[in-house]
């Protein structure tokens, strides 16, 4: 479905072995604890994933945004947890890569599985509209302090960098500074128990008087939105669209497993005797594989640099996230009881895949963004 070459199917191969060895196995535990899965990801940055993205002559793999795609979509199928936290890792990466000379050594580090990164985008101020950051950063010598109130940080605890956006020193825009795990006057500010994606300690952090040096500015100050919405937004987009696709797969698997394997004792009959379920085992299958065939499909088109490209990368994550909550929805609907306890797997998929919605760019602001673009609206009225 990819389209990939035997070299980069070998990473996918790969990531399909880690997830049903690694991920799957801890899983169910990390969603019942609420923990931070850090068995899959230790695994995932010995194997070099955390460097995929990564150019070569920084010691990473060099591949594309077509493998992560495949990649991710793996991962999701066996712990949507543990695919956020590496969405949100390639997104800091592809900002770092913004300026790799400046960042080398924050790559090498990646490369080498020693640097796990992450978005602080997300302010108390101005909640899931991101692009506005209402913290603004303050001059000193050598660089900036700054002060923030960042309302959700995935791997907030563990990533070694945080990608965080504020307001520039001198107001012309935004601005977005390398904040290190570190760093003197970040703590984090609250906990974490969300209804889905449960591993991946979506904790508020606060940041008081952070001093940030000229060298951790990424990009220009006060054009701050070339890289939240140029470096950062398409990777995570792809990803979403890819966790969306890996969520729905594995809602439909354990569907089609469970209505295969029981049925009913007093009429010898199973399950998938049953035409209704068997129509929605259909639609499911129907529609993971739309959703699979557009974000390939986006894929080409950014590969591509078609005119629309952009468009279609706003539209996917709300579609995929969307496709994942139906489907799962199905497949709670079709496996009964069975599937409202947690033996299946399912229901932790029905609760993960409501998370995409309203992870911004939520549905809503999607939907339209991509209206506004549809009658030649700038993105932002
Ligand atoms: C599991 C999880 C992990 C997250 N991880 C991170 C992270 O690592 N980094 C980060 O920066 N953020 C992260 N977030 C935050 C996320 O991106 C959003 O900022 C957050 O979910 C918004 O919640 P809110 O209550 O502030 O929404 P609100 O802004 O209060 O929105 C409420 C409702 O209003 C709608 N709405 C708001 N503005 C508009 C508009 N202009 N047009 C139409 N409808 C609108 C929304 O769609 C939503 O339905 C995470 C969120 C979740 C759930």
């Known amino acids: ?25 801890h899983a169910g535990d990390v969603d019942e604890k609420g923990r931070f899965p850090t068995e899959s990801l230790a695994a995932l940055a010995e194997a070099g994933f955390y460097g995929l993205l990564i150019p070569k002559e920084l010691g990473g793999q060099g591949q594309s945004l077509r493998v992560l795609a495949a990649v991710v979509d793996e991962l999701a199928q066996a712990c949507a947890s543990t695919a956020m936290i590496y969405m949100m890792h390639n997104s800091a990466v592809n900002c770092y890569l913004a300026e790799p000379e400046k960042f080398a050594d924050v790559l090498k580090d990646a490369a080498m599985g020693r640097h796990l990164g992450t978005l602080a985008f997300s302010e108390k101020g101005s909640r899931s509209q991101f692009w506005a950051p209402v913290s603004r950063a303050v001059s000193a010598s050598g660089g900036v302090t700054l002060s923030a109130q960042k309302s959700w940080v995935t791997s907030a605890g563990h990533a070694d960098g945080i990608v965080a956006s504020c307001i520039s020193a001198d107001g012309s825009g935004a601005a977005v500074y390398l904040v290190k795990k570190n760093d003197g006057g970040l703590s984090i500010t609250g906990g974490w128990n969300g209804l889905g994606m449960r591993g991946n300690q979506s904790n508020p952090m606060t940041l008081e008087d952070v001093d940030l040096g000229d060298e951790r500015l990424i990009g220009e100050a006060g054009k701050g939105a070339d890289i939240m919405l140029g470096k950062a937004l398409p990777v995570f987009q792809l990803c979403q669209g890819a966790i969306g696709v890996g969520v729905a797969e594995a809602a439909f698997q354990a569907a089609q497993k469970h209505i295969t394997a029981v049925g009913f004792e007093h009429t010898g009959t199973k399950l998938s005797d049953l035409p209704n379920l068997r129509a929605a085992l259909a639609e499911m299958r129907l529609e ?10 986006v894929v080409g088109k950014l590969e591509a640099g078609d005119a629309d490209a952009m468009l279609h990368v706003l539209a996917l994550k709300a579609s995929s996230a969307e496709t994942a909550v139906k489907v799962s929805d199905l497949a709670m609907r079709a496996c009964g009881g069975a599937a409202f306890s947690k033996h299946l797997g399912l229901e932790r998929a029905f609760r993960d895949a409501r998370a995409a919605i309203v992870m911004a760019p939520t549905t809503d602001h999607l939907r339209e963004f991509v209206g506004r673009l549809l009658v030649g609206l700038p993105l932002f009225g």
């Open 288 to 297: 993971v594989d739309k959703a699979r065939a557009y974000l390939v499909a």
């Open 1 to 25: 479905m990819y389209s990939l070459s035997a070299d980069q199917l070998t990473f996918v191969q790969k990531a399909r072995e880690l997830a049903q060895n690694v991920l799957a196995t």
